[in-house]
């Protein structure tokens, strides 16, 4: 669903993404794990089409972002560390709001579903965002990816800001969203995280990849170990 192929981001001398291939699938996680500057968001950014490739392509569907940008972005939904969301509206006014937007056909039993299936309670669903938490910010963006039946979802930095509680409730809820079908590409520095959801995390530091690993069978120890190892 998504692909990434030799993607090369360069700002005059400075190289933020260097030689960065590879797949996902739907219904499979991939992590990109680095510390800032590592040339995560400029992935995102790529694949957003916020930004042009110096080299290579980025695939949603197999169409390049560039090509189709339309058609491409139409696959996605995103996720920004920051929801950027509209406060004095309640959760169903925004996914209303925004489903019209973007020219999704939606009726209110489809919003209330969608926001039932990502764990928003129920007396929520009528509340004006100001009052929301970040986790309850952020189930009202999966709500409407459900409803734009989105290929793929792009997380940046996702569990920044949550406590242990929150954090739990999003790897639940990005679980079941992939269960459905769903390609996620994620971007955190949030080892616990990464380890809990992706199948497989590419280590990175300064634009390049410098370890692939599949999670089956990893432990915690063993990520941070070989972290720190492929960073040195």
């Known amino acids: 669903m998504l692909e990434a192929v030799q993607l090369n981001k360069s700002f005059g001398s400075y190289n933020a993404l260097v030689d960065m291939n590879f797949t996902v699938q739907p219904s499979e996680v991939l992590c990109l794990l680095g510390a800032n500057g590592a040339g995560k968001s400029t992935t995102l950014n790529l694949f957003l089409n916020f930004m042009s490739p110096t080299s290579g392509a980025a695939l949603i569907g197999g169409v390049d972002t560039r090509r ?26 925004n996914l209303e709001y925004l489903a019209a937007l973007a020219g999704i056909t939606i009726n209110r039993a489809a919003v209330t579903a969608a926001l039932e299936r990502v764990g928003l309670q129920a007396g929520a669903h009528n509340q004006r965002l100001i009052n929301y938490s970040k986790g309850m910010r952020q189930k009202v963006g999966i709500a409407l990816a459900i409803l734009k039946n989105a290929k793929a979802l792009l997380l940046d ?20 969203l992939r269960a459905s079908g769903t390609a996620v590409l994620m971007v955190t520095h949030d080892f616990y995280c990464a380890l809990s959801l992706a199948d497989n995390i590419y280590i990175m530091q300064k634009g390049e990849t410098k370890a692939r690993l599949n999670t089956q069978n990893l432990t915690l120890p063993q990520l941070e170990a070989a972290y720190f190892q492929a960073i040195i």
Request: proline share 9%.
């Open 157 to 176: 930095e996702p569990t920044s800001g949550l406590d242990p509680s929150a954090t739990r409730e999003f790897i639940e809820v990005i679980n079941a």
């Open 68 to 93: 189709e940008p339309a058609l491409t972005r139409s696959q996605l939904m995103y996720l920004p560390e920051q929801m950027n969301l509209y406060n004095n509206f309640t959760a169903i006014e």
